[in-house]
């Protein structure tokens, strides 16, 4: 009898400065919506995992906060969150924006993983932007982590797809041998809760403008599943949530005039909430205050160390 083959199985961990599309790749490597996207930097706040099992094996995609240099309190933390990813993965997926040109940014995040060049992986993404130019990237590479190879650096779009194919098949290949970690349905191992709360909160911080993408955070309150009252349709699960806003003036503008605004925000959760879950979600979301949260070291730890 021929013996089975072994699996590949590793954690990998993704770094970058925030916008460069870390999420984005994640949730096109796993082929489902695991993390949320917007233009505003710094949109990711944990550790998300998503996972990819094929033929090869299983790895285990950990995205994380975009690396940027503050000395705010919830920046801090979110580096610890960065840190915490790097040091506990086997691999570790470098994603850089090739529209923009490398800054003393990428630097710090070039010398944080100078000691990991063995186990890195380097995505340069956004190369369906117009008139991009992909040689001050590999540039910054051979100057800074030259202990990478070229053969180990793709240029990638996650609009396009380009690259995507050999990046991962880069990836298996670097992976070690072993078990897999989750059945091979899984995709995400969120929780509910959470995952409801960030998609609550990508369809408000896309929405809304200035500070208050930073502003906010989103808590589910209260769920409860429901039967349908035919027993024909599928189970409601029913959610009380709250968006959070650092300052009793940014309240109003979560609401919008008439309400309008949170109805969207509302209904465009729900609609994707559907989509994901097996059961109809029926959305109760409400806005309070939470005052300077951000500056709140007991609410920092529950919604970022969870
Ligand atoms: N044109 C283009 N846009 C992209 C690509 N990948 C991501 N984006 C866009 O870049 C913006 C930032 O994407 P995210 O995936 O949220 O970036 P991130 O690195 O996770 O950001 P943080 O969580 O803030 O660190 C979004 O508007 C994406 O739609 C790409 O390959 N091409
Ligand atoms: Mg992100």
Redesign the pocket.
């Known amino acids: 009898m021929a013996e089975a083959k072994q699996k590949k199985s590793a954690f990998i961990a993704l770094v970058?400065?925030?916008?460069?599309?870390?999420?984005?790749?994640v949730n096109l490597l796993c082929g489902e919506k695991v993390?949320?996207?917007?233009?505003?930097?710094?949109?990711?706040r944990n550790a998300i995992r998503g996972i990819v099992t094929k033929e090869e094996g299983q790895l285990v995609f950990v995205?994380t906060?975009?690396r940027h240099v503050s000395e705010k309190k919830l920046n801090k933390k979110l580096m610890e969150v960065s840190d915490r990813a790097l040091d506990d993965s086997e691999l570790i997926l470098y994603?850089v924006d090739a529209s923009r040109i490398p800054g003393a940014e990428e630097e710090a995040i070039a010398l944080r993983i100078a000691g990991s060049q063995k186990r890195t992986i380097v995505g340069i993404?956004?190369?369906?932007?117009p008139a991009v130019d992909v040689r001050p990237y590999f540039q910054f590479i051979k100057e800074k982590l030259p202990e990478i190879p070229l053969e180990r650096c793709f240029k990638?779009?996650?609009?396009t797809r380009e690259g995507i194919d050999a990046l991962l098949a880069c990836i298996f290949e670097m992976a070690g041998y072993g078990e897999a970690f989750y059945p091979e349905e899984y995709y995400t191992d969120q929780d509910i809760s959470f995952r409801i709360a960030e998609i609550i909160r990508e369809k408000a911080v896309n929405r809304l403008r200035q500070e208050l993408p930073h502003s906010l955070y989103v808590e589910v309150a209260d769920a409860e599943l429901r039967e349908s009252k035919t027993g024909a349709e599928r189970q409601t699960l029913w959610v009380r949530a709250f968006i959070i806003t650092e300052r009793e003036s940014q309240k109003g503008m979560v609401v919008g005039k008439g309400g309008e605004m949170i109805k969207t925000i509302r209904q465009t959760a729900q609609k994707e909430l559907n989509r994901i879950f097996d059961w109809k979600v029926e959305l109760d979301l409400r806005v309070k205050t939470g005052k300077d949260w951000r500056h709140n070291d007991t609410i920092l730890r529950r919604i970022i160390d969870r």
């Open positions: 970058g400065r925030p916008s460069v599309g870390k999420s984005t790749l993390a949320i996207v917007s233009s505003f930097p710094q949109t990711t995205d906060p975009g994603v993404n956004k190369t369906d932007l990638i779009s996650c609009v």
